[in-house]
């Protein structure tokens, strides 16, 4: 991990790489610093543990949010899988699940276009940590009905957002 050449204050912008770990390290998540464009870090949900990854893309001034619940999906559910994900992805309003070919792994993805500057602010910063975490806390217990316990992905979703609903 590099270390941080200043430390920032909260009205502060930065680059978002910077901004990603400044928020991760605050947060006493484990964080490193994969490249000057790549941050990572681990935290705990309310189910399993994610891997947060940020990816700046400075071409299009664009950062890419990455939270990994450690899913994969067996080859024989990825029907399942994919009809779950139209039906989660189709009530989202920020991001949205996907399932990367390579590995099938599932993950959550956000793409936050920033402005011409390119710089992140401390509230941008926790929002889109904070809303990738709470959509995979969310959405986690239909995965688990789908890829573990064999029900349809109606049935699957239908009962994840009771129980969700009914959580105090």
Same mark, same amino acid.
């Given at each position: 991990m590099r270390p941080r050449t200043q430390e !920032?204050?909260?009205? %502060? %912008?930065?680059?978002?790489?910077?901004? $990603?770990?400044? $928020?991760?390290?605050?947060r006493g998540w484990p964080c490193e610093i994969i490249s000057e464009d790549e941050v990572s870090c681990e935290v705990?949900?309310?189910?399993?543990?994610?891997? $947060?990854?940020?990816?700046?893309?400075?071409?299009?001034?664009v950062l890419q949010l990455l939270c990994l619940p450690d899913i994969r999906v067996t080859d024989d559910k990825i029907p399942q899988a994919y009809e779950l994900l139209a039906l989660i992805n189709e009530q989202m309003w920020m991001g949205h699940f996907d399932v990367w070919s390579n590995g099938n792994v599932l $993950?959550?993805?956000?793409?936050?276009? !920033?402005?011409?500057?390119?710089?992140?602010?401390?509230?941008?910063?926790?929002?889109?940590?904070?809303?990738?975490?709470?959509?995979? %806390?969310?959405?986690?217990?239909a995965f688990q009905f789908v890829l573990w316990g064999d029900k349809s992905p109606r049935v699957a979703l239908d009962n994840a957002l009771v129980d969700a609903a009914g959580e105090a």
């Open positions: !920032l204050r909260s009205d %502060d %912008d930065a680059a978002p790489v910077d901004m $990603l770990s400044a $928020l991760f390290e605050a705990q949900g309310s189910w399993t543990k994610y891997q $947060l990854r940020g990816i700046w893309r400075k071409e299009d001034n $993950l959550y993805r956000h793409g936050a276009l !920033l402005g011409d500057e390119g710089l992140l602010s401390i509230s941008q910063a926790q929002a889109l940590a904070e809303n990738a975490i709470e959509e995979c %806390d969310r959405f986690y217990p």
